[in-house]
């Protein structure tokens, strides 16, 4: 079992940054792709940006490209999710997603944070 816990959530005027951190604990794997997903009020939840075990590979939405960066501390079993000219649509919880990379579904998930973009 691994247990993720994110951190760094908070309200921010648009065009600002946050930086979220995703701490992960328990039966750790430096084999998982970890993800950053996102569920607004009334929508479904949506993936936001994923990265490989080596960090080798980063993917992400459409709609963050260029404004938000993956990143992960192996060492430290987090990875985070740099969030830089934010706007009021980016207001979601954040929740954070690691899955062997030999499996399609994400398997073990945090409780998210709460983001808030002021416009």
């Known amino acids: 079992q691994v247990q993720l816990v994110e951190s760094g959530g908070g309200l921010v005027q648009a065009g600002g940054s946050l930086r979220l951190s995703c701490a992960a604990s328990g039966s750790i794997s430096i084999l998982y792709t970890k993800g950053w997903f996102r569920q607004a009020p009334g929508e479904e939840r949506e993936f936001v940006a994923a990265i490989s075990w080596n960090g080798g590979s980063t993917s992400y939405a459409d709609s963050v490209k260029g404004r938000f960066t993956i990143s992960r501390d192996n060492a430290k079993n987090t990875v985070y999710l740099q969030m830089d000219n934010l706007k009021p649509e980016d207001t979601a919880v954040y929740y954070c997603?690691?899955?062997?990379?030999?499996?399609?579904?994400?398997?073990?998930w945090g409780q998210g944070t709460q983001v808030t973009v002021s416009s």
């Open positions: 997603a690691y899955k062997r990379t030999v499996v399609v579904d994400y398997e073990y």
